[in-house]
């Protein structure tokens, strides 16, 4: 229970809120098609390990090696992986901002740049057309 005199918190101001949802839309969408762009063009070095009758005998063990190898190689392509932990920090952005915001705004607003951010990303990385209904959608 509170006292009659306390005052309460003050509410940070709206353009907080706002610089919030473009920072994890853009974090969210502009990177997008940079992660993909990367995964796409992505040419793992040979593995001899894999190529190992161990490995080759057991389907499990292929498959668990081949995912591995598969994860560590996308992770030291600086090309996917720093998209990767600028779209990650996005995710603990919006985290933070849930907390703050109301949720029912919150996301759909996020989600909403993060589509039109990808759009354009897509139209900036890989020089696509926005076609009509895209741009009626947005």
Known sequence: MTSPDA???PQPAAINYVAGFLLVGLAWGFTTPFIRRAAKDHNPPPHPVL????VRR???RS??????FGVLDLLRNPRYAVPLLI???????FFLL???AELSLTVPIV???AFLFTVIG???VESKVISRQTLVGM
């Not at 190529?51 to 161990?54: I, Q």
């Not at 498959?63 to 591995?68: D, E, L, S």
């Not at 779209?87 to 952005?93: A, K, P, Q």
Request: charged share 15%; aromatic share 18%; no cysteine.
């Open 98 to 100: 849930i907390g703050q």
């Open 122 to 124: 897509d139209w900036w």
């Open 7 to 9: 005052t309460p918190e």
């Open 87 to 93: 779209n990650l920090t996005g995710s603990v952005w």
């Open 51 to 54: 190529e190992s009758d161990a």
């Open 111 to 113: 989600n909403t740049l």
């Open 63 to 68: 498959r668990i090696y081949g995912a591995f």
């Open 58 to 60: 057991s389907w499990l």
